[in-house]
């Protein structure tokens, strides 16, 4: 692989890799230099060193190499993990419909620990943020559907009940980017009035409802804000407008504005019927239904 370069009588020798004064200078191979920047990352290297040096690049190539290697694997064994989840999903419904609960709840957090390695983050670290993009906006429905199911599981057992706070504040803060928001909200109310630990459903209730903010004209027009209407163009805002800066700024103008108009209609009820009428029209329109299925 290398060769000796005679040692010159007159003169002195500098390495030009460490500039150190040498008797000899060794010749690095193309091939080596090519390993040096594939697997060592190394840039520039002289076509000639000396012998400390060359020894010293022949081991970073070693290193490089193992490194390599080793990210590779790391790589491999994420998108294995990623492929998998689905699987330990699949399978903790198939527990849960069997009642066992205990298998259901480890497949979930098994689930949940898998996407952890694969963002890179800590334990019960998982935010919305990381799946903000369109590419893994779907994730977030499953991840909801699994909060969901755990905050189930843990209130079968008061030991699980710190657990269960857990999973509901989480479950909180997934659930208002996905179009199962309503739905999961008509069930934890349901939930609340027979749980055996009610006051894991009411926070989290209470933290969806905080987080989430108002449709200012659609609640003064159906009274409330579980309205399914009301729930569709909050979904719609959440899910679409939020994703681009236009969207952004109609959302801005619309809180600028809509709570004289909501107050307005407070005070009048008899707008109450046509303001209803002309919600459901909009929400029942194709762009809005066409946002909410991106």
Known sequence: MAEAVAE???????CPYCADNVP??????AGMRLRLQEDAS???VPEQVCDGCFKM??????????LRHEQKTKEQNRLLLWRNRVQLVKQAKIYLSQKNFADAAVSYEKYLRVLEIVYETKPGELSPELFKNQARAQEMTVITSVY????????????YRDRQIKAAEKLASFVRFTPIFPHIMRKAEAQARQAKNPDAFHRFLKLSNSKRPRCFIATA??????????????SFRDQQLRRSAFGRGLICLYYRHSPRIAYFIDRHPGLKPAARKALTWLA?????RKGLSL
């Not at 000899?24 to 191979?29: A, D, F, K």
């Open 42 to 44: 190394v840039g520039s």
């Open 57 to 66: 690049l022949t081991k970073t190539i070693s290193k490089g190499a193992a």
């Open 8 to 14: 010159q009588t007159e003169g002195t020798i500098i």
């Open 24 to 29: 000899n200078l060794v010749t690095i191979e």
């Open 284 to 288: 029942h329109r194709k762009f809005v």
């Open 148 to 159: 969901w199911d755990l905050m189930r599981i843990y209130d079968t057992h008061p030991t």
């Open 221 to 234: 027009a159906f009274d409330g804000y579980q309205a399914p209407v009301v729930m569709v163009l909050c």
